[in-house]
T-cell receptor, first 113, second 112 residues
Framework: QKEVEQNSGPLSVPEGAIASLNCTYS??????FFWYRQYSGKSPELIMF????GDKEDGRFTAQLNKASQYVSLLIRDSQPSDSATYLC?????????????FGTGTRLKVLA | DVKVTQSSRYLVKRTGEKVFLECVQD?????MFWYRQDPGLGLRLIYF???????EKGDIPEGYSVSREKKERFSLILESASTNQTSMYLC???????????FGPGTRLTVL
């Protein structure tokens, strides 16, 4: 069973700090990696995607991918109370020839004002 | 602008009823997905479709069926609703290949 693991949290950080969210995955054939933000009662919205090893920055968000260690992380700089949400890591499974995405159960982030 | 819509935000049905959940996307995407999301279990794939009239079972297809007669529309059918199908149902679409999924607003279904 291919898996994506996340710490459920909550991860609490003070306003203005860096929040670091981590995700590990089991399938070495995974090609694409996504971070979604989900506010309570709402649907997931895409924040970042990354395909290659290394860092990818978009505003206050940085995604980091290490395929050798099979982990992907999301850094949120200058965290704001509005960043308080559940963050879902998703991995695209290309090995089976289908179009399946595998989601982690999410990490709940709380940014304290 | 990317848009995925779902027919209802909230739905209450009785045990044994046949339930239809509809999803429409306007992005000409080939792939469409139905998930359910439950606390502590994350998003679980029920069915997906990569073309009109094509469907593939996901991880938890039991008790569900789907229909895709037109490219933009993907329907989830609960043949005989049961209380354990009370959940948040999320529809998503994506273009062919390894790319991002776009989610609809979700339907919170309660089966009494």
């Amino acid at each position: 069973q291919k898996e994506v693991e996340q710490n459920s949290g909550p991860l609490s950080v003070p306003e203005g700090a860096i929040a670091s969210l981590n995700c590990t995955y089991s399938d070495r054939g995974s090609q694409s990696f996504f971070w979604y933000r989900q506010y309570s009662g709402k649907s997931p919205e895409l924040i970042m995607f990354i395909y290659s090893n290394g860092d990818k920055e978009d505003g206050r968000f940085t995604a980091q991918l290490n395929k050798a260690s099979q982990y992907v992380s999301l850094l949120i700089r200058d965290s704001q109370p509005s960043d308080s949400a559940t963050y879902l890591c998703a991995v695209y499974d290309a090995t089976s020839g289908t179009y399946k995405y595998i989601f982690g159960t999410g990490t709940r982030l709380k940014v304290l004002a | 602008d990317v848009k995925v819509t779902q027919s209802s935000r909230y739905l209450v049905k009785r045990t044994g009823e046949k339930v239809f959940l509809e999803c429409v996307q306007d992005m000409d995407h080939e792939n469409m997905f139905w998930y359910r999301q439950d606390p502590g279990l994350g998003l679980r794939l029920i069915y997906f479709s990569y073309d009109v009239k094509m469907k593939e079972k996901g991880d938890i297809p039991e008790g569900y069926s789907v229909s895709r007669e037109k490219k933009e529309r993907f329907s989830l059918i609960l043949e005989s609703a049961s209380t354990n199908q009370t959940s948040m149902y999320l529809c998503a679409s994506s273009p062919r290949g390894a790319d991002t999924q776009y989610f609809g607003p979700g339907t919170r279904l309660t089966v009494l």
